[in-house]
């Protein structure tokens, strides 16, 4: 009588799970490296410092308002950039524009959230898209960076007045209310989509902002940690660590960074997929045992050139295959050059795509 035979899984499979333990192995080790300890701390004690405890318990959106267009205005520059510009011409604040508001201009575009498209305000030339009230406009006289700034904090003062009511926390609140039956992930969505058509405001940006506010009111705010915990911010670092390190090729999603990172089974669904799989705890106790978020900044900082900066165009040839020995991922990493990239295999991105999905 034959032996019963063990039922063997498909060749593609085996090497799938092969491919995203390798992957889970090389992030922990990142994070090991790379992982801030005291991230959950940090970003608390810095919202308090900045007085944003006190404006999420009082309600105060003309402050969280203030806050959140700094934080937009470091998109496209150096921080270093961003606050020397700042600091030397200061920003608009919520009231400043209700006054202006105030004095009825006559451009139509200014009368609510839905009217402020395509306004087109350009600070060089100091033409727009309704150049027979450009004179009267408020918009124009406040000092910021460039013209696109100046149409973001308009755009952003409309979305907080006329959606959320005039009542940031309120809004976060019952967009995560209405999302409860989607988790966590399902809920930071809900908050991120509606936000996504504030102009000039990029994905990677607006994700970091909504997820320190999420994170650092936690204290005051018990429900939105969690949220704030998913929230995963992608930026060229971190998608070209994924990429060097030979992770996307392995899971059969290559991809040029951009828009495909936060796509089906992109670069943020392979952060969340491995996060789960990393208990967040044995970096710090306090923290959630699934915290994407710490593993994504845990990444950069492996990375940055303001942190570890170990991994970046600075320190490897992006030409050819990284040579750094000293490397703590060296024996893990698969050296891929960041340039010459080819996409991989249709079918191969379908049925690792299918994976993804269905572990997340």
């Known amino acids: 009588m034959m032996a019963a035979t063990r039922p063997t899984r498909p060749a593609a499979q085996l090497s799938n799970a092969r491919n995203l333990q390798h992957t889970v192995d090389l992030v922990r080790k990142a994070c090991l490296i790379g992982g801030a300890r005291h991230f959950l701390n940090d970003t608390i004690a810095q919202f308090e410092r900045r007085g944003l405890m006190a404006a999420v318990r009082t309600r105060n959106t003309a402050d969280l308002f203030a806050w959140l267009l700094e934080m937009f205005s470091f998109q496209g520059v150096s921080d270093r950039v961003a606050e020397s510009y700042i600091k030397a011409n200061g920003s608009v604040g919520w009231h400043e524009i209700t006054s202006g ?79 409860e039956a989607a988790g966590p992930v399902g809920q930071a969505e809900a908050l991120v989509e509606p936000m996504r058509n504030v102009f000039g405001v990029s994905d990677k940006i607006l994700t970091m902002s909504l997820s320190t506010l999420l994170l650092g009111a936690g204290p005051l705010q018990p429900n939105w940690p969690g949220v704030g915990a998913q929230m995963i911010a992608i930026d060229t670092l971190v998608h070209n660590f994924l990429h060097q390190t030979g992770i996307l090729g392995r899971l059969g999603v290559e991809h040029a960074y951009g828009t495909r990172c936060y796509a089906e089974g992109g670069c943020s669904d392979i952060v969340r997929l491995v996060s789960a799989s990393i208990d967040a705890r044995q970096f710090n106790a306090a923290f959630p045992a699934d915290f994407p978020r710490f593993v994504q900044n845990a990444i950069w900082r492996f990375c940055a050139a303001d942190a570890l900066g170990i991994c970046n165009g600075n320190m490897i040839d992006d030409r050819r295959p990284c040579q750094n020995v000293a490397c703590r991922l060296y024996v893990t990493c698969d050296h891929v050059a960041a340039k010459g990239r080819r996409p991989a295999d249709a079918s191969h991105i379908y049925h690792t795509k299918r994976l993804v999905k269905s572990l997340i």
């Not at 305000?121 to 100091?126: F, I, L, R």
């Not at 150049?131 to 904090?153: I, K, Y």
Request: net charge positive; aromatic share 12%.
């Open 101 to 179: 508001l105030r004095r009825k201009p006559p451009c139509p575009r200014l009368a609510n959230y839905w009217m402020f498209d395509r306004c087109g305000y350009d600070k060089g030339s100091g033409c727009c898209s309704e150049p027979e009230h450009v004179q009267a406009c408020p918009l124009p006289r406040h000092r910021l960076r460039n013209g696109r700034l100046n149409q973001t904090a308009y755009s952003l003062y409309f979305f907080l007045r006329d959606i959320a009511g005039s009542d940031l926390v309120g809004w976060i609140d019952r967009r995560l209310a209405s999302a």
